[in-house]
């Protein structure tokens, strides 16, 4: 890809829930790559999880950056971890002061705001 044509912003990414962002998140970090969530509001105050990622083995598009996120209602607002377990019973997906033994911890942090050059404004 032309470099000129590349974007100077992430490129956001809504997922369709809180379980797929977690499913995602916790899929990374068992390749064991750092992985963290972010939470923030954005100008209209909506409340944003989400994580950073890099478009990789692509053609041209190698290094894009990528936002995955979902808007989240006030459940979500507090927690330190968002922790995944998915056994023959189902997926569970829960927020947690704390890692719990069995699940996949995967670390949130709390964003006072969000940078310009790093997250696009107006979220959809």
Known sequence: MDE???PSNVIPIRL???NDLARMASST???MQPTYVVRYRDDK???ILGFLAVFRDFYNYYGLPLFYYCLVDERFASGNY???RSDESGEKVELSKSPK???VSVPIIDLDKAPEFLFPKGID
């Open 16 to 18: 369709k829930s809180i």
């Open 29 to 31: 970090t068992l390749m």
């Open 45 to 47: 105050g909506k409340l």
């Open 4 to 6: 000129s044509k590349k």
């Open 101 to 103: 033994p069995g699940f």
């Open 82 to 84: 968002l922790i995944v």
